[in-house]
């Protein structure tokens, strides 16, 4: 079995500020693991994933994501958030050879001006 | 650039009836999910297919089929629309069946069943 969690159902960050959305993975086996973004009445936009390799990924509108195998974390990072950031973020896991991709909750990112 | 492209933005139907949501990819992926997304649930596999013809049920298929005719077309239909299937529901398209495939997304469709 494969699951996502987003501890987080609501984090609000000034802008300017570093932010940081959580999620926490259970897979057995090697974790692909991915983040989206979705915007209001809109579908969802890939960010990044993590296959293998460098731990830290970078992806789309300056988000970065780290991969702890440890934790079994991939939190997604931004150094300086913006009032454009503001959406709804979802975290994503599949097992290799598992063809179905298993999404976490989603957390709300807010943007304070 | 990957174009998945929804019938509608929004349906309303009745309760009864026959609802039929399409959805068309452009880049020649082989692979194509329906979602359902609901608050503080997240987005949950209704089906998905590898192939023309072909369909996989996901995690929550009951109340639903698919029809998978051509390759770049992959439809939802609800045979029996009821109340508790309102909500948006999301297709997406990836190009094979690897587990490091990216899959992407369609603009969705939120039908609201009265």
């Known amino acids: 079995a494969q699951s996502v969690a987003q501890p987080e159902d609501q984090v609000n960050v000034a802008e300017g500020n570093p932010l940081t959305v959580k999620c926490t993975y259970s897979v057995s086996g090697n974790p692909y693991l991915f983040w989206y973004v979705q915007y209001p009445n809109r579908g969802l936009q890939f960010l990044l994933k993590?296959?293998?390799?460098?731990?830290l990924v970078k992806g789309s509108y300056g988000f970065e994501a780290e991969f702890n195998k440890s934790q079994t974390s991939f939190h997604l990072k931004k150094p300086s958030a913006l009032v454009s950031d503001s959406a709804l973020y979802f975290c994503a896991v599949r097992a290799f050879g598992n063809e179905k991709l298993t999404f976490g909750t989603g957390t709300r990112l807010t943007i304070i001006p | 650039d990957v174009k998945v492209t929804q019938s509608s933005r929004y349906l309303v139907k009745r309760t009864g009836e026959k609802v039929f949501l399409e959805c068309v990819q452009d880049?020649?992926?082989?692979?194509m999910f329906w979602y359902r997304q609901d608050p503080g649930l997240g987005l949950r596999l209704i089906y998905f297919s590898y192939d023309v013809k072909m369909k996989e049920k996901g995690d929550i298929p009951e109340g639903y089929s698919v029809s998978r005719e051509k390759k770049e077309r992959f439809s939802l239909i609800l045979e029996s629309a009821s109340t508790n299937q309102t909500s948006m529901y999301l297709c997406a398209s990836s190009l094979t069946v690897p587990s490091t495939d990216t899959q992407y997304f369609g603009p969705g469709t939120r039908l609201t069943v009265l």
């Open positions: 993590y296959i293998t390799g460098d731990n």
């Open positions: 880049m020649d992926h082989e692979n």
